[in-house]
């Protein structure tokens, strides 16, 4: 079975087993429904549970789980990632990537010289997601994850194509 990383348990909440989660995910509600199943990554070995509740709380999901609803039982936890079965990932539009697809794809320009690679895929408070680059000289910047500079993504291929705007890089 292959496995998709969606959150990491970053902290518990309160005395009733609910745990404080990084997400990775843009679907927290669909993931964290009562009654679906997830994977606790512990040592390696993926620990199947169940969820029995989820909320949002100061811009985090808290999640509990079936069996697991006291501090006792999730504090081991902290630390741990959060994974799903590959096969209960969520079809995505045409043009909609996940994290995990574009992390690492090579960068080039649309006369097809190479930039750099995609290290990681950050959220921001604003419009629209950023993607930061690590360019061939080492050097990391932050570029827009918008239409108007992302134009073509070949996952086949691993390469995403850029329009290099003035003072973008």
């Known amino acids: 079975m292959a496995y998709i990383c969606i959150g990491k348990i970053i902290n518990t909440h309160g005395i009733k087993g609910e745990v404080k989660i990084e997400s990775y995910s843009d679907f927290d509600e669909e993931r964290y429904t009562k009654g679906k ?8 070995k993926y620990l199947p549970v169940m969820v029995a509740s989820y909320r949002k709380h100061k811009g985090f999901p808290l999640v509990s789980f079936v069996d697991l609803q006291n501090i006792n039982f999730v504090e081991q936890y902290k630390g741990c990632e959060i994974y799903i079965d590959e096969a209960d990932r969520k079809q995505l539009k045409k043009g909609e990537y996940y994290r995990k697809d574009i992390v690492g794809l090579t960068v080039v320009d649309e006369e097809g010289i190479t ?14 997601n950023n993607l930061r680059l690590q360019l061939e000289d080492a050097k990391e910047v932050l570029v827009p994850y918008i239409p108007m500079i992302v134009k073509n993504v070949d996952l086949d291929k691993k390469v995403m194509m850029i329009h290099r705007m003035g003072g973008l890089l």
């Open 37 to 44: 199943q997830v994977y606790i990554c512990v040592d390696e």
């Open 115 to 128: 930039l750099g690679k995609i290290i990681s895929v950050e959220e921001t408070l604003g419009a629209q």
